[in-house]
């Protein structure tokens, strides 16, 4: 006799059905679960999060450029202007202008910041961060199996595929907070989405609404991953009940109150970068979008990327050469997918599921490149929750019963070889950054272009003139820099990248100090000095370390 749903608990009450005269239809039981023996993919969740996490403890992480914009609005929040930069005025640098922050949401930087309250470097907070929500992940796609195809070997096989693809191991050498924390919110928010049209109107309001909050604080584009997930179970059950469900009502309601929320107290208060209109018909990012999905849940872009480095830097335009290389691996997922046999019913609806999400998410996105925001660009990364969901159905069906054997062993040889890239492109990156000179010790960061010597060198100027001084960094790989400083030290991060021409004028009490990479061209550093007005052109001081150079005036 199965178990009743009521007997699982909230996260685990999920439609179940079955087949009679091949047409599913709705039953009150799950597929036997104890089929599946936990143990072995909980072990090995475990193994590998303790052991990515100990190595970024002992050499930790660099900052993503637009996390440490984040955690600048960290130090405003620690000041009380909450999720808002606090940096001078370009009229008058000696005193400070408050802006809200809504280009990334606040998710990045207070859990690590959270953390960090209690006594920890931010650095190893950062780390205990991307520990605690690939562990989250792994846990959850485990729970995923469990609730629809449970069968030891996938559950084990998809915590080794997806702890050790490059995406996970990434965040452990580069603090990338929203892209792993919508990677722990994903397995968590299907299940929730799929649960909810099994509930009565409050309930399913409550959770939907939940849901929702959580997708927004992990990132922004966490709102089309939940409402992917909430569009696709909405369907499936309607489709196979043949009504719609009070759960599905409340679902709906409880998801529009909780944007609203979110457009009011957040979006509404500035640009993101989805922000303008330009409309145009970027075939190639269309198509871009249409096969991704299919190979992101391996990372197989970012292989293709790392060896033909040509095709990185994509913006809006998708490089014919990359969709080359893309498309066959994307064909052959899909085959598997669409194709394949699946056993039980409960695959079966799994499939359902993963292709309308899979389909909600390329039409959010095709309709955000047509529409062409400020800086919309094309990434492998934002069809990652997509991507993931196909690959645990690929997962499945590659191992059902009458898989040609070739299928089955081209898969195989697929995940093996973008697990082995994840892996080794970690090592490679742990075993540089352990030579490097850019280890702060106060903030337990890696800093990437600056050395030690440097930020110790602004932190004396800063421990004699206090907020008298300013400290200047350029945006690209130096803002991550803010974190070594004092909380309530005055910084600049000049963005001289988008603004050239961009001046500030007067004077503070202190010293004005600049910090850029020797390897920057000179004309750049000139652009940089230039920007103050108010100082002289040829009265700069320069300290030169290892890799940096300290401007001071």
């Given at each position: 006799?199965?178990?009743?749903?009521?007997?699982?608990?909230?996260?685990?009450?999920?439609?179940?059905?079955?087949?009679?005269?091949?047409?599913?239809?709705?039953?009150?039981?799950?597929?036997?679960?104890?089929?599946?023996?936990?143990?072995?993919?909980?072990?090995?969740?475990?193994?590998?999060?303790?052991?990515?996490?100990?190595?970024?403890?002992?050499?930790?992480?660099?900052?993503?450029?637009?996390?440490?914009?984040?955690?600048?609005?960290?130090?405003?929040?620690?000041?009380?202007?909450?999720?808002?930069?606090?940096?001078?005025?370009?009229?008058?640098?000696?005193?400070?202008?408050?802006?809200?922050?809504?280009?990334?949401?606040?998710?990045?930087?207070?859990?690590?910041?959270?953390?960090?309250?209690?006594?920890?470097?931010?650095?190893?907070?950062?780390?205990?961060?991307?520990?605690?929500?690939?562990?989250?992940?792994?846990?959850?796609?485990?729970?995923?199996?469990?609730?629809?195809?449970?069968?030891?070997?996938?559950?084990?096989?998809?915590?080794?595929?997806?702890?050790?693809?490059?995406?996970?191991?990434?965040?452990?050498?580069?603090?990338?907070?929203?892209?792993?924390?919508?990677?722990?919110?994903?397995?968590?928010?299907?299940?929730?989405?799929?649960?909810?049209?099994?509930?009565?109107?409050?309930?399913?309001?409550?959770?939907?609404?939940?849901?929702?909050?959580?997708?927004?604080?992990?990132?922004?584009?966490?709102?089309?991953?939940?409402?992917?997930?909430?569009?696709?179970?909405?369907?499936?059950?309607?489709?196979?009940?043949?009504?719609?469900?009070?759960?599905?009502?409340?679902?709906?309601?409880?998801?529009?109150?909780?944007?609203?929320?979110?457009?009011?107290?957040f979006l509404s208060r500035g640009s993101t970068p989805a922000s303008g209109i330009n409309w145009s018909l970027p075939l190639t990012t269309i198509a871009?979008?249409?096969?991704?999905?299919?190979?992101?849940?391996?990372?197989?872009?970012?292989?293709?990327?790392?060896?033909?480095?040509?095709?990185?830097?994509?913006?809006?335009?998708?490089?014919?050469?990359?969709?080359?290389?893309?498309?066959?691996?994307?064909?052959?997922?899909?085959?598997?997918?669409?194709?394949?046999?699946?056993?039980?019913?409960?695959?079966?609806?799994?499939?359902?599921?993963?292709?309308?999400?899979?389909?909600?998410?390329?039409?959010?996105?095709?309709?955000?490149?047509?529409?062409?925001?400020?800086?919309?660009?094309?990434?492998?990364?934002?069809?990652?929750?997509?991507?993931?969901?196909?690959?645990?159905?690929?997962?499945?069906?590659?191992?059902?019963?009458?898989?040609?054997?070739?299928?089955?062993?081209?898969?195989?040889?697929?995940?093996?070889?973008?697990?082995?890239?994840?892996?080794?492109?970690?090592?490679?990156?742990?075993?540089?950054?352990?030579?490097?000179?850019?280890?702060?010790?106060?903030?337990?960061?890696?800093?990437?272009?600056?050395?030690?010597?440097?930020?110790?060198?602004?932190?004396?100027?800063?421990?004699?003139?206090?907020?008298?001084?300013?400290?200047?960094?350029?945006?690209?790989?130096?803002?991550?820099?803010?974190?070594?400083?004092?909380?309530?030290?005055?910084?600049?991060?000049?963005?001289?990248?988008?603004?050239?021409?961009?001046?500030?004028?007067?004077?503070?009490?202190?010293?004005?100090?600049?910090?850029?990479?020797?390897?920057?061209?000179?004309?750049?550093?000139?652009?940089?000095?230039?920007?103050?007005?108010?100082?002289?052109?040829?009265?700069?001081?320069?300290?030169?370390?290892?890799?940096?150079?300290?401007?001071?005036?």
């Amino acid at each position: 006799m199965k178990k009743p749903l009521a007997q699982l608990g909230a996260w685990n009450r999920l439609l179940d059905f079955t087949v009679k005269d091949n047409i599913p239809t709705p039953t009150a039981s799950l597929a036997h679960p104890q089929a599946l023996n936990c143990a072995p993919a909980l072990i090995a969740a475990f193994a590998i999060c303790g052991v990515l996490g100990g190595i970024s403890l002992l050499v930790p992480p660099s900052i993503d450029w637009d996390s440490a914009i984040g955690f600048l609005a960290w130090r405003g929040t620690l000041l009380g202007a909450v999720n808002s930069i606090i940096e001078p005025d370009r009229s008058n640098i000696a005193r400070d202008t408050v802006s809200f922050l809504t280009w990334w949401s606040p998710g990045q930087y207070l859990v690590p910041g959270a953390i960090s309250l209690l006594g920890l470097p931010l650095g190893a907070a950062m780390t205990l961060t991307v520990t605690l929500a690939l562990l989250c992940c792994l846990i959850g796609w485990m729970v995923v199996v469990r609730e629809f195809a449970p069968n030891t070997t996938s559950a084990l096989l998809v915590v080794v595929s997806v702890g050790s693809f490059r995406y996970s191991t990434r965040a452990f050498t580069s603090y990338h907070g929203g892209e792993i924390l919508l990677e722990a919110a994903t397995p968590w928010l299907i299940l929730a989405a799929l649960s909810i049209p099994a509930m009565n109107v409050l309930r399913a309001a409550l959770l939907a609404a939940g849901a929702v909050l959580v997708a927004f604080i992990a990132k922004l584009t966490g709102l089309i991953v939940v409402a992917a997930s909430l569009v696709a179970a909405c369907l499936v059950s309607t489709v196979l009940s043949r009504r719609i469900t009070q759960g599905v009502v409340g679902g709906a309601l409880g998801a529009v109150m909780a944007l609203i929320v979110i457009y009011v107290s957040f979006l509404s208060r500035g640009s993101t970068p989805a922000s303008g209109i330009n409309w145009s018909l970027p075939l190639t990012t269309i198509a871009g979008s249409f096969f991704s999905p299919w190979v992101a849940g391996m990372s197989w872009g970012d292989l293709i990327i790392f060896f033909r480095p040509n095709l990185g830097g994509i913006y809006i335009d998708v490089p014919i050469g990359y969709l080359a290389m893309i498309a066959p691996v994307a064909l052959l997922i899909m085959h598997i997918i669409v194709r394949s046999g699946f056993q039980t019913a409960d695959a079966i609806r799994l499939r359902h599921f993963a292709l309308l999400f899979y389909g909600v998410t390329v039409t959010c996105f095709i309709f955000i490149y047509i529409k062409g925001g400020a800086h919309t660009s094309f990434d492998e990364r934002h069809f990652r929750s997509a991507g993931t969901i196909l690959f645990l159905c690929a997962l499945i069906s590659a191992f059902a019963a009458g898989t040609p054997a070739w299928i089955r062993g081209s898969f195989l040889v697929l995940c093996a070889l973008t697990a082995l890239y994840g892996v080794a492109s970690f090592s490679n990156h742990e075993l540089r950054t352990a030579k490097g000179q850019s280890l702060d010790r106060a903030s337990w960061t890696n800093q990437g272009m600056f050395d030690a010597a440097a930020i110790d060198f602004a932190r004396e100027i800063y421990a004699r003139e206090g907020r008298d001084a300013l400290f200047v960094l350029p945006l690209f790989g130096q803002a991550q820099s803010a974190v070594t400083m004092p909380v309530d030290a005055r910084i600049l991060v000049m963005r001289f990248e988008y603004e050239p021409e961009g001046r500030y004028f007067g004077r503070v009490p202190g010293h004005v100090v600049v910090l850029v990479p020797n390897d920057m061209f000179d004309t750049s550093k000139g652009v940089v000095l230039s920007a103050f007005t108010d100082y002289a052109p040829d009265a700069w001081n320069r300290k030169t370390f290892a890799n940096t150079s300290v401007y001071f005036q």
